[in-house]
Nanobody, 127 residues
Framework: VQVVESGGGSVQAGGSLTLSCTGRGFTYSSYSMGWFRQEPGQEREGVAAIYTPGGTTRYAESVKGRFTISQNNAKDTVYLQMNSLKPEDTAMYYC?????????????????????WGQGTQVTVSS
């Protein structure tokens, strides 16, 4: 499975960005896709995830109310709409794919749950 992200960039605090992620090369009708972020020297942090079919979403506490994950099933694409961005949101953002649903409510936060990863897209928020 190939995962490709796009949409990163630089924005001032309070601004918005939308990231896109497309999964290719799989035939699963049931899968999950998630977004992580990582700063240099830090662990990869789970941000949000969505399950297909059904559209169940999960969010880390740090982004609830500001970030929205959505999907376009016809294109096997998920989006991460990021509003009210803060300097602490600055990181490399990675998209990940997993066949099937998560086994628990918080499983989406763990990188080991996923099977395939994208190369990442940089998000920089200036104060």
């Amino acid at each position: 499975v190939q995962v490709v992200e796009s949409g990163g960039g630089s924005v001032q605090a309070g601004g918005s960005l939308t990231l896109s992620c497309t999964g290719r090369g799989f035939t699963y009708s049931s899968y999950s896709m998630g977004w992580f972020r990582q700063e240099p020297g830090q662990e990869r942090e789970g941000v949000a995830a969505i399950y297909t079919p059904g559209g169940t979403t999960r969010y880390a506490e740090s982004v609830k109310g500001r970030f929205t994950i959505s999907q376009n099933n016809a294109k096997d694409t998920v989006y991460l709409q990021m509003n009210s961005l803060k300097p602490e949101d600055t990181a490399m953002y990675y998209c990940a794919w997993k066949g099937g649903p998560f086994d628990s409510v918080y499983a989406f936060l763990y990188p080991d749950e996923y099977n395939s990863w994208g190369q990442g897209t940089q998000v920089t928020v200036s104060s």
